[in-house]
């Protein structure tokens, strides 16, 4: 007797979540969430089953095996079963923006921006210019068009929200996002007064959505905010301006970070009880670019002591961290290519920024010496991430 396929549907669901949520085993549910989405596409577009598998294959691309290379497919599976039927809800939507993200990382920018085009167009046309969907269309299309590096149509796109934010009219979950893109546009442009005016403005909005008495000690959004105020600030000559508020911004930040690892200590020590791996504290890679800041506004200020020694103690932590991240990715080649190739990416970095202080005060053979060290990471980082497209192609 054949299966049905509201059964096999049934019974593909099933096993796939059985499957432990540890990289090992993971790898198991790929085939098993392919298949259940092919079986729901047999249910008909109005069946609520397509839309679930479909939203669970995209989470286990992105989320579980951090394969962005397959999640285009996906995406193009369902724009074909909706054809002409595409509509501005939700889940249409989200397919577009995924689709531009992984052409994006896939450095096909052309072909990006024409999908988060598209769901600003589905959203204008059927939903209006003011609605909360419309909105996130304008703000996912503004981002990519800073990380683009169009920094004046992204700035269209961020004055449009301001406007709505002005009439009353914003999405507050939007409203939040809209100065972090809006300002690295206007910096990125040369315009560090419009930059520094709208950070100000998205600080007083934080004091008084959020009063001291009454903020989360775990949110870090008002020590990021001030770092990235600093930076406008310094950038404009006034460095003791900036360094100061690159010290309290660094102190909000790491206070925060601390609160969060602490409450995640004890489903990280269970974790491990159980036998799996969960990543370390949180947040690192922030405070590593904080210090690095802070370390780059003391070289401009001849201060090169203390940068050097910011970033003498950050090649100090990076080597410890280095054998502590788990692998993320499966198989397990994949992931030390990935892991490998993040942390020959963040060294040099700090090697760049090292090499530069050295070599302002007036140490040029050892500046050379850590720039090339820097170059050759770079150039051993890219090889690394081109071994792990390759892996993952194969897979």
Request: charged share 30%.
């Amino acid at each position: 007797m054949s299966t049905s396929p509201d059964d096999r549907w049934h019974e593909l669901d099933r096993a796939a979540y059985e499957i432990p949520h540890d990289p090992v085993r993971l790898p198991e549910r790929e085939p098993l969430l392919i298949e259940r989405l092919r079986v729901a596409a047999t249910f008909g577009l109005d069946d609520p089953r397509l839309e679930q598998s479909h939203v669970n294959l995209l989470h286990y691309y992105y989320c579980d095996a951090s394969d962005y290379t397959k999640v285009e497919p996906v995406c193009r599976f369902w724009l074909r079963l909706k054809d002409d039927h595409l509509t501005a809800d939700q889940h249409d939507l989200h397919v577009l923006y995924e689709l531009g993200a992984s052409l994006t990382m896939q450095e096909r920018q052309n072909e990006a921006e024409a999908q988060y085009r598209r769901a600003l167009q589905l959203a204008e046309s059927e939903l209006g210019p003011d609605h909360e969907r419309t909105q996130g269309a304008v703000l996912q299309l503004g981002q990519h068009l800073s990380n683009a590096k169009q920094y004046a149509e992204a700035i269209v796109c961020g004055e449009r929200l301001l406007d709505l934010r002005r009439q009353g009219k914003a999405s507050r979950r939007h409203d939040e996002v809209t100065p972090w893109f809006l300002h690295g546009a206007h910096k990125s442009l040369g315009r560090h007064a419009d930059a520094e005016a709208l950070l100000r403005e998205e600080l007083a909005r934080d004091a008084e959505r959020k009063p001291e008495d009454v903020r989360d000690a775990r949110d870090p959004r008002r020590g990021m905010l001030l770092s990235l105020l600093a930076d406008v600030i310094a950038a404009q000559g006034r460095l003791d301006e900036a360094l100061a508020m690159q010290g309290e911004a660094i102190e909000m930040v790491t206070a925060a970070y601390a609160a969060m690892n602490a409450q995640l200590s004890a489903a990280r020590a269970e974790a491990e009880r159980q036998g799996l791996r969960m990543a370390g504290p949180i947040g690192q890679h922030h405070e590593t670019d904080l210090h690095r800041a802070h370390a780059d506004m003391l070289r401009r200020a001849g201060r090169y002591d203390e940068a050097e020694a910011i970033y003498r103690d950050e090649l100090t932590l990076l080597a410890a961290d280095a054998d502590q991240q788990p692998l993320r990715w499966q198989p397990p080649a994949l992931g030390r290519a990935h892991r490998d190739a993040t942390a020959a990416e963040r060294r040099a970095t700090i090697l760049a920024g090292l090499a530069a202080v050295i070599q302002e005060a007036g140490r040029p053979d050892e500046a050379t010496a850590y720039s090339s060290e820097a170059a050759d990471l770079q150039a051993c980082a890219l090889a690394l991430r081109e071994r792990a497209n390759r892996i993952s192609h194969r897979l």
